[in-house]
């Protein structure tokens, strides 16, 4: 399972629980309202795991691409280096778009 959907499955168990809490308050259902609240803390938790997941990949793409883009300037290899680049600004923008 890709990380993206487990962050999508995060995000729908938050809701699930939010809906869950609030009926139980509705109800007056503690039990309810409980197992909503557990449902919604661990939606956030499978959501921010597939995020560091995403961070962690980024990152090593990053330093993956800057080390090509590295030895394309080294060895004056500009497809090389622009592939570096490209890779790095890549890992770039997955970290930041998982914080």
Do not use: P, Y
């Not at 959907?5 to 629980?17: F, I, N, R, Y």
């Not at 691409?65 to 923008?93: C, F, I, P, S, W």
Request: proline share 0%.
């Amino acid at each position: 399972m890709s990380n993206q959907s487990k962050k999508t499955e995060g995000v729908a168990e938050q809701l699930g629980g939010k809906i869950k809490q609030g009926v139980g308050k509705v109800l007056g259902n503690e039990q309810m309202t409980a197992e909503g609240r557990a449902k919604e803390f661990e939606g956030k938790a499978r959501e921010e795991g597939a995020k560091a997941a995403e961070r962690t990949r980024g990152k090593i793409e990053e330093v993956v691409g800057a080390v090509k883009n590295r030895v394309g300037a080294l060895t004056d290899n500009e497809q090389l280096e622009l592939e570096g680049r490209a890779k790095e600004l890549k890992g770039e923008t997955r970290q930041k778009l998982n914080k």
